[in-house]
């Protein structure tokens, strides 16, 4: 582990991203159980330079659930039944209205942009039956502190751009300030000068990141 | 015989829901495409479920992007088996070609094919081998790829027991089990759920034995399971979250252990978890009574239902992908992307609504015509209508960049061809093409030709009043006049471009002389002038007349640097943008690069906005220019305005067809004269040269 390199000009290598990201998944798999564990999608066919072990990949974190627009209905006790046209009446049947689409699901990934040498958080939003929600939706699920955030922060703005790997629109929090505020932050990390060590990047990225989608990250995290 | 309780009620699961991922809908829209075409034989697909995982929210049969048969050009590892939430279940996918043969599907026969197939799987104990079969489905769509819309409807085929099976109890598990066999149980169904080779197993056996300990076992186990238990549970991970009902994968759960091993009392065991972890608090145990079919009928396959309910009724559902699948809306997306991030990035202030909603007209689609149009959409500007009454030439495509070899070829008339062009490069441009020539003073016309010529130039009044910024990009000096004029009058932004051989000049014209309030008419007509800036014609001492012979800089030229129309056209662009972006718009002041920077850059976050910008290649240099509007300008003078406005078509004609007209009208032809008798009296006298106020 490098966890000897540093980076001071706050972007990142590569390498240094699955390293960050490694130590990023373990610290939350202790820290943060009230939350599933991320996992790591390797890569494959990727045709980049192979010089080192580490394979190239991204983090993900799926099906987060909000049941924020979930209204208490009681289960629905409607004996509806199912019945095709030449079936018996299928009394056994008992057709309970579950919530449907009043669910949402909530995907993250975590990708390394090798343009801007820097994680991406990219997210999306769906119903239980898999439709998309939009971004006005989902700024509704949002925690309104977050949404202050958006409007406020010039460093943060929310753009819609096709998933690199994955190839279809997803949201993602625009990567051209990481950079800055990554150096702002580790200027003011009293404990490693200017410098901030490989493994605990992603840990403050996310710290602000997270944020900005509602993801709050404990504080013994960053230790 | 059982204990029973004394009316047992009639056993009701809950129904099975199902969630497609839109990535399932992407990737068999390329699959259509690409490979099937019109065949529509059915496809075998993997569905996904897993156990419930949260109390209020039951889980769903997913269909993902992996679920369609593998493609080779994946670069994302595909889904290995042994992941924990994604139990794959074979499923089956009738898509259709149209909307009607959807619509005629014999749903009966195709629920009940697949139904034959479980009941197979069970007669021949492949759904021991793999109890997933158990839970096989059936899906019909219809993809509508041209709008990006898709129709579908689930089955989960689940054999119906007749008599129906009878619920005698029902708890949770916690209740059902003692605390030492509960912490046994939940501790071998996370072992299996931790294991790769058996997570992904949704059916399995449940075995307490007397010392409490329990062991999970795989279905095909059962006979060797006899005997050395003190309670044997059928288990299966139960997507529904309900405490009082069980999971749809029960119904054919306990048409296989009637058939197999022909139980009448069947314990199941509904497992469902938490935070990843086996949740027995959620996870239910009940006794279901089961009657034994007899004789012939245990050989027959079972009706079958399992339609998916759509909101409670009998009807397939739809989702609209057109926003994220339909190219067109995908390129406007990134083109608009691309403008908030210079606003974002570089110039907050910068207001892109404006950009995205002005009208403009360009007249004369040739080099620079077709460079305005180009650095146009660049800014976002979708608006944009041509006129021009020529065909491209064999000469054009080189230069005038929105025409191609093919369009020579054709004949086309460049107006229509530029409106197609822009179409091809972004197609959710707003544009259309005039073919008309604009009419030009000094160029007489014969009285058969004057209807045709004024109804010409109706509809270029028209065309200038229903846009809100006119380029004037025309070869002659004279087709310019009638524009200018139009544009005064109707105060509408006009950017103007000309080309020399070696030098351009690019400017704005300033606003309409009756722009001011009706109030201000009284005041001095110098006063209000100096507040307007000049237009094309507001320095010249000569009406527009007919070019033909070769005249100086800004006149009539075909010959010219190729570099220059592309740094004339981009420039005109720029400034239009800078106009929009002042408050004062049209009105705005006009700047010199030299201007202090002081008060100028806070009205227009652009920088400075001049009138006139004039430059000579052949010394890279570049000035800006000030002038003010002219009280003899031929075209947006009061004078002139005024007499358009009251005799329109007649005074329209005089100076088509008299140039000297307007000379006349504007006081020019007075201006001359005073000119030549002052050079006289010079001649003759020694007095001190006074500097004589020339407008200028």
């Known amino acids: 582990m490098n966890s000897g390199r540093e980076v001071s000009d706050g972007r990142l290598t590569v390498e240094g991203f699955s390293v960050a990201a ?16 991320w996992s790591w999608v390797p890569l494959i066919n990727r045709t980049l330079h192979l010089s080192n072990q580490q394979e190239e990949g991204y983090l993900s974190l799926e099906e987060i659930l909000i049941l924020s627009s979930l209204e208490e209905s009681p289960e629905d006790e409607s004996l509806n039944v199912a019945t095709d046209c030449l079936e018996k009446e299928e009394s056994v049947d008992h057709t309970i209205l579950n919530q449907e689409n009043e669910a949402h699901y909530y995907d993250f990934h975590i990708v390394y942009s090798s343009s801007y040498k820097v994680p991406v958080l990219y997210f999306r939003g769906y119903c239980s039956g898999g439709q998309p929600l939009s971004l006005d939706v989902i700024k509704k699920d949002l925690p309104s502190c977050s949404v202050s955030l958006l409007h406020e922060s010039k460093w943060t703005f929310i753009t819609q751009e096709e998933h690199p790997y994955l190839n279809r629109p997803w949201f993602k929090l625009h990567p051209c300030g990481t950079e800055d505020w990554i150096k702002l932050l580790s200027q003011s990390s009293i404990s490693t000068g200017c410098q901030m060590p490989v493994d605990l990047y992603l840990v403050s990225w996310f710290s602000v990141v997270g944020q900005v989608v509602g993801l709050r990250i404990p504080l013994e995290m960053l230790n | 015989m059982s204990e029973k309780e004394t009316s047992p009620t009639i056993l009701q699961f809950a129904p099975l829901n199902s969630s497609v991922d839109e990535g399932f809908w992407h990737s068999f829209s390329s699959l259509k495409l690409d490979k099937l075409g019109i065949d529509d034989s059915p496809i075998p697909i993997t569905g996904f479920y897993g156990p419930c995982s949260h109390p209020q929210v039951s889980n769903h049969l997913t269909l993902l992007s992996e679920s369609l048969p593998l493609d080779e050009q994946s ?33 009966q026969s195709l629920l009940k094919a697949e139904a034959n197939k479980i009941w197979d799987d069970i007669q021949s104990g492949k759904a021991l081998e793999d109890p997933a079969v158990l839970s096989r489905f059936l899906v019909i769509s ?14 989960f085929p689940a054999l119906v027991l007749d008599p129906p099976a009878s619920l005698v109890e029902l708890k949770p598990a916690s209740e059902y089990f003692s605390s030492e066999e509960a912490e046994s149980v939940s501790a071998a169904c996370n072992e299996w759920r931790n294991s790769d080779l058996t997570t992904d197993v949704p059916f399995f056996l449940v075995s307490v034995s007397s010392d409490s300990k329990a062991s999970i076992r795989h279905l095909k186990d059962w006979e060797a399971c006899q005997g050395d238990h003190h309670k044997l549970l059928f288990g299966f991970y139960d997507p529904c979250h309900l405490p009082n009902n069980p999971g749809w994968p029960l119904r054919n759960y306990l048409a296989l252990i009637r058939a197999r091993w022909s139980l009448e009392t069947v314990w199941f065991f509904c497992y469902r978890e938490s935070r990843g972890f086996a949740d027995l608090n959620l996870s239910l145990v009940g006794q279901a009574s089961v009657t034994l079919a007899s004789g012939e009928s245990a050989e027959t396959v079972p009706n079958s239902v399992g339609w998916e309910l759509n909101k409670g009724k009998r009807v397939p559902r739809s989702i609209s992908l057109a926003n994220s699948m339909d190219p067109t809306r995908l390129a406007v997306s990134a083109v608009d992307l691309n403008l908030k991030l210079m606003r974002w990035r570089a110039l907050p202030s910068l207001d892109l609504n404006v950009l995205s909603s002005v009208k403009c007209l360009l007249l004369g689609a040739g080099t620079l015509g077709c460079q305005v149009a180009r650095t146009l959409m660049g800014w976002g500007i979708r608006n944009i209508t041509f006129v021009d009454y020529g065909k491209v030439a064999m000469s054009n495509p080189v230069r005038q960049s929105l025409y191609t070899f093919e369009d020579c070829v054709g004949g086309e008339f460049k107006a229509v061809a530029a409106v197609k062009s822009l179409k091809q490069i972004f197609p959710a441009m707003e544009s259309s093409g005039v073919v008309m020539a ?3 003073p000094g160029h007489p016309i014969s009285s058969q030709e004057e209807d045709s010529v004024l109804a010409d130039c109706k509809r270029l009044s028209e065309l200038i009043e229903s846009h809100d910024a006119v380029f004037l990009l025309t070869d002659t000096r004279e087709s310019r006049w009638l524009p200018s004029l139009l ?14 051989f070696d030098s351009y000049m690019v400017m704005r014209h300033g606003a309409g002389p009756t722009s001011l309030s009706d109030d201000m008419q009284n005041l001095d007509m110098n006063k209000t002038n100096k507040q307007r800036l000049g237009c094309y014609f507001c320095n010249d001492v000569v009406a527009p007349q007919d070019s033909m012979t070769d005249r100086t800089l800004d006149q009539q030229c075909t010959v010219t640097r190729p570099g220059l129309a592309p740094i004339a056209g981009a420039l005109a662009v720029e400034l239009l943008v800078g106009v929009l972006q002042h408050p004062l718009g049209i009105n705005a002041k006009g700047d010199n690069s030299s201007s202090s920077n002081g008060g100028n850059n806070d009205d227009s976050p652009l920088g400075i906005l001049p009138h006139q910008i004039r430059s000579s290649v052949s010394q890279f240099s570049q000035i800006t220019l000030l002038g003010q509007a002219s009280n003899s ?9 005024s007499e358009y406005r009251e005799r329109g078509n007649s005074f329209l004609l005089e100076a088509i067809n008299h140039p000297t007209y307007l000379e006349d009208l504007t006081g020019l032809t007075e201006l001359k004269k005073a000119a030549n008798s002052f050079n006289l009296d010079w001649e003759d006298d020694d007095t001190d040269d006074e500097d004589v106020a020339v407008h200028m």
């Open chain 2, 438 to 440: 604009i009419p030009m």
């Open chain 2, 487 to 500: 544009c005064a009058n109707a105060n509408k932004i006009a950017i103007n471009a000309a080309l020399g």
């Open chain 1, 22 to 37: 490694r130590a990023f998944a373990d610290k939350w798999k202790i820290h943060n159980q009230s939350f599933p564990p």
């Open chain 2, 75 to 107: 670069s994302v590892a595909s889904t290995s088996h042994g992941n924990r939430n994604k139990c794959p279940v074979p499923g089956i996918l009738y898509n259709t070609n149209t909307l009607e043969s959807f619509d005629k599907l014999d749903k």
């Open chain 2, 142 to 155: 219809f993809a509508d790829l041209k709008k990006w819309s898709f129709r579908y409807w689930f089955a």
């Open chain 2, 633 to 641: 300008c031929t075209a947006c003078s009061e004078t002139v305005i």
